[in-house]
């Protein structure tokens, strides 16, 4: 799936029910064939969404910047 599809789901998605979508990693800097990086990905994953939900990410409702058009120059 595309990200732009999946952005449009999402905004699709949204007007029908409460959706939170969890910012991914941008970049991963890991190919997604790469099973060796896959429990370490999790563990990140999992800190990600602890830090996420605990500075209120269910409460924000907007697109998370990674899905969309954006370039590394600075954070998101
Ligand atoms: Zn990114």
């Given amino acids: 799936m595309s990200m732009r599809q999946l952005v449009s789901d999402i905004l699709h998605l949204r007007t029908l029910t409460s959706l939170h979508i969890v910012p991914p990693f941008c970049p991963v800097d890991v190919s997604v064939f790469n099973f060796a990086q896959t429990e370490s990905?999790?563990?990140?994953?999992?800190?990600?969404?602890?830090?996420?939900?605990?500075?209120?990410?269910?409460?924000r409702t907007k697109v998370p910047s990674a899905l969309t058009i954006h370039s590394h120059a600075r954070e998101h």
Avoid at 41 to 59: F, N
């Fill in 41 to 59: 990905l999790l563990q990140r994953a999992y800190e990600k969404t602890l830090r996420w939900l605990e500075s209120g990410g269910v409460e």
